[in-house]
């Protein structure tokens, strides 16, 4: 079992919709999660964290952490196609490790 | 200048040739760390540093040599590299490595190895 699991997509969303990416992990003590998101060539960009159970909102972004499932995500409201990018889950107990990234392609 | 910096942003080296990666932040952290990100595979950690000490060495081969004199500076030596190393090497620095702050990455040095 991976340490951190997303699905690679791509996963293909409407101009305006919600976007849902997904991310489990494997150790049950993990602290801290993180959602970067990396644009083709270019380095991880962090855009959010979330320490506590529950939704954590910043724009049109929400952090959802459960984790008595092992389970963080990140809804995207009103999807853009400059949100088109992979998505990087990280979770860290002593070290952050990262999923392998989710592909967000958002259509006009 | 704020962030984390590093140059070169392109190198194309041969697999004789020596060259060094150099990462420098302006953040006040304690931490650095270098990555490599091949295409379409998760990102690597190779090696972490907190307070100028190597902490992790992710079974890196020895052609990659890393160095951090300080906390704001970190570099990679590269000699007698195979062109399966060609990626993108990352570098990221955090508060420290036990705090569980989130790392800020510079912009990478996208490496070829002829």
């Known amino acids: 079992q991976k340490e951190v699991e997303q699905n690679s997509g791509p996963l293909s969303v409407p101009e305006g ?6 991310c489990t992990y494997s150790d049950r003590g993990s602290q801290s999660f993180f959602w970067y998101r990396q644009y083709s060539g270019k380095s991880p960009e962090l855009i959010m964290f979330i320490y506590s159970n529950g939704d954590k909102e910043d724009g049109r972004f929400t952090a959802q952490l459960n984790k008595a499932s092992q389970y963080v995500s990140l809804l995207i409201r009103d999807s853009q196609p400059s949100d088109s990018a ?20 958002v259509k006009p | 200048e704020t962030g984390v910096t590093q140059t070169p942003r392109h190198l194309v080296m041969g697999m004789t040739n020596k060259k060094s990666l150099k990462c420098e932040q302006h953040l006040g952290h ?10 379409k595979k998760p ?29 704001s500076h970190l570099f990679l030596h590269l000699h007698t590299l195979q062109p399966e190393d060609s990626a993108l090497y ?10 569980n702050q989130p790392q800020h990455f510079g912009d990478g040095t ?5």
């Open chain 2, 90 to 99: 990352l570098c990221a620095s955090s508060l420290d490595t036990f705090s």
């Open chain 2, 30 to 39: 304690n931490a650095m760390y270098w990555y490599k990100q091949s295409a």
């Open chain 1, 17 to 22: 919709a919600i976007a849902s990416l997904n």
């Open chain 2, 43 to 71: 990102l690597e950690l190779m090696f972490v540093y907190n307070f100028k000490e190597q902490t992790e060495n992710n079974s890196v081969p020895s052609r990659f040599s890393p160095e951090c004199p300080n906390s």
């Open chain 2, 110 to 114: 996208r490496l070829s190895i002829l």
């Open chain 1, 86 to 105: 992979t998505y990087l889950c990280a979770v860290t107990r002593r070290k952050l490790i990262f999923g392998q990234g989710t592909e967000l392609s």
